[in-house]
């Protein structure tokens, strides 16, 4: 009876950890999608604008410092 307990438990554990594994890579498509489309928003912008180069970059710095503050509320 041990062993078959032992075995629903390992099958319980594997099967938690696939449901993780897949919830993580999930999240991580959701994440790339997310910055995908911010960044084509941001460059969408700058041609509307006509930014220069400069500008350009000083948008990309911004937005790099708005997505490093998110990172660190989530911890």
Do not use: P
């Not at 790339?32 to 941001?42: D, E, F, Y």
């Not at 604008?49 to 000083?58: A, D, F, I, N, P």
């Amino acid at each position: 009876m041990r062993n078959s307990e032992l075995a629903r438990a390992t099958l319980a554990d594997e099967a938690l950890a696939e449901l993780l594994t897949r919830a993580r890579m999930e999240e991580r498509k959701n994440q790339h999608l997310s910055v995908s489309m911010r960044l084509t928003s941001l460059t969408i912008h700058a041609q509307r604008k006509g930014m220069s180069v400069s500008e350009v970059l000083e948008l990309f710095r911004k937005e790099s410092e708005r997505f490093e503050h998110s990172a660190q509320e989530l911890i």
